[in-house]
Antibody, heavy 118, light 112 residues
Framework: EVQLVESGGGLVKPGGSLRLSCAASGFTFSSYSMNWVRQAPGKGLEWVSSISSSSSYIYYADSVKGRFTISRDNAKNSLYLQMNSLRAEDTAVYYC???????????WGQGTLVTVSS | QSVLTQPPSVSAAPGQKVTISCSGSSSNIGNNYVSWYQQLPGTAPKLLIYDNNKRPSGIPDRFSGSKSGTSATLGITGLQTGDEADYYCGTWDSSLSAGSVVFGGGTKLTVL
């Protein structure tokens, strides 16, 4: 069974940093691209970042470029999102999702809440 | 403001059919595949349709997708109360230098 479990969310002050993790199991992690998608409270989905299976290709939304860094460790079946210079507008539930095509995400984690507030 | 435009809400009676539209441009829907997601209240999104009209294993054929030009449509037949959810379209957008994944603003389906 495919499982994606996010962790690392919490309350952080504006300007602070946080590192999210996503532990994957039930599939060959190194064969799939992975993605982070976020959802602000009461709002729609917003794509954050994508990373190819071998980390050769990495993409970011303009809203997080230069502040967030996506990475993966295929040996540990894990995906990461390093978030720096956090802003109030980064407050959201962050989901990791497996990619089957560039824009098709077939499995999602349960999400981890990040709250940026003083 | 989302790059892809969806109606904020749609409604229909149980057993009826409903369609949800997703309008974009040549830089996104016009030249890329479209996916559709269902998000039940309090849960993570679930893939319903990929590559415009394909259903993942386990998705009933009550759900269908189509694309024409710069617009895509999700169709749901035989509506059930359990279909009440938010629905999102998504695709690739190549208007910016590196490209990006874009989602519609979401459509709330109410089954009356």
């Amino acid at each position: 069974e495919v499982q994606l479990v996010e962790s690392g969310g919490g309350l952080v002050k504006p300007g602070g940093s946080l590192r999210l993790s996503c532990a994957a199991s039930g599939f060959t992690f190194s064969s799939y691209s992975m993605n982070w998608v976020r959802q602000a409270p009461g709002k729609g989905l917003e794509w954050v970042s994508s990373i190819s299976s071998s980390s050769s290709y990495i993409y970011y939304a303009d809203s997080v470029k230069g502040r967030f860094t996506i990475s993966r460790d295929n040996a540990k079946n894990s995906l990461y999102l390093q978030m720096n210079s956090l802003r109030a507008e980064d407050t959201a539930v962050y989901y990791c999702a497996r990619g089957t095509t560039v824009t098709s995400f077939d499995y999602w984690g349960q999400g981890t809440l990040v709250t940026v507030s003083s | 403001q989302s790059v892809l435009t969806q109606p904020p809400s749609v409604s229909a009676a149980p057993g009826q059919k409903v369609t949800i539209s997703c309008s974009g441009s040549s830089s996104n829907i016009g030249n890329n595949y479209v996916s559709w997601y269902q998000q039940l209240p309090g849960t993570a999104p679930k893939l319903l349709i990929y590559d415009n009209n394909k259903r993942p294993s386990g998705i009933p054929d009550r759900f269908s997708g189509s694309k024409s030009g710069t617009s895509a449509t999700l169709g749901i037949t035989g509506l059930q109360t359990g279909d009440e959810a938010d629905y999102y379209c998504g695709t690739w957008d190549s208007s910016l230098s590196a490209g990006s994944v874009v989602f519609g603003g979401g459509t709330k389906l109410t089954v009356l």
